[in-house]
């Protein structure tokens, strides 16, 4: 039985490019080293979060980013005040 990627190349489609999120701020801490594997700054970050109305990483639960879909940030607040977003990637 032939593998999926076998039939992709029987098709001669081109390789589909797959992406995990990658976590940049957990339970309030930066992850400075996964920030620097996607080659971003401390400054590109505070500046999406600043965008979101966020102050500090300190506000947030956890952030990940994924590329084509972009920056997803919850923070600390009671769920019915959460702020849960993600932003389109089109400028970055």
Request: proline share 8%.
């Amino acid at each position: 039985m032939a593998s999926f990627d076998d039939r992709r190349e029987d098709f001669q489609l081109p390789p589909h490019p797959v992406y995990v999120p990658v976590t940049l701020i957990r339970d309030g801490q930066l992850l400075a080293d996964e920030l620097a594997e996607l080659g971003k700054t401390e400054q590109w970050l505070a500046a999406k979060l600043q965008k979101q109305g966020i102050a500090s990483p300190k506000d947030v639960l956890i952030a990940e980013w994924l590329e084509g879909d972009g920056l997803f940030v919850q923070t600390y607040q009671p769920a019915e005040r959460q702020r849960s977003t993600r932003r389109p990637t089109a400028s970055e």
